[in-house]
Nanobody
Framework: QVQLVESGGGLVQPGGSLRLSCAASGYFFKTYGMAWVRQAPGEGLEWISDISNGGGGRYYADSVKGRFTISRDNAKNTLTLQMNDLKREDTAVYYC???????????WGQGTQVTVSS
């Protein structure tokens, strides 16, 4: 079965960096686009970035553009999100999500908490 397992969250000071990873299994990873979505306390889900199946297409929300970088390693079935210059408003649970061929989300990870605080 499809599994998505995030890791790498934690507590970081403003201006710091974190690298999130998502280990995918149970399907042909290189066939599907992937995304990162976050949910801040008391807020709804916010799409922040996605990447095409081959990695050539990468897109970002304005809120993270220039600070976050999405990437994937299709040989290792891994999705990553490098987060630099973190701000308090980046505090959220971060989820990796798999797209189906119609670019609708069909599987989600369990999420990893990122807290930006001094």
């Amino acid at each position: 079965q499809v599994q998505l397992v995030e890791s790498g969250g934690g507590l970081v000071q403003p201006g710091g960096s974190l690298r999130l990873s998502c280990a995918a299994s149970g399907y042909f990873f290189k066939t599907y686009g992937m995304a990162w979505v976050r949910q801040a306390p008391g807020e709804g889900l916010e799409w922040i970035s996605d990447i095409s199946n081959g990695g050539g297409g990468r897109y970002y929300a304005d809120s993270v553009k220039g600070r976050f970088t999405i990437s994937r390693d299709n040989a290792k079935n891994t999705l990553t999100l490098q987060m630099n210059d973190l701000k308090r408003e980046d505090t959220a649970v971060y989820y990796c999500a798999k797209y189906d061929h119609q670019y609708e989300f069909d599987y989600w990870g369990q999420g990893t908490q990122v807290t930006v605080s001094s």
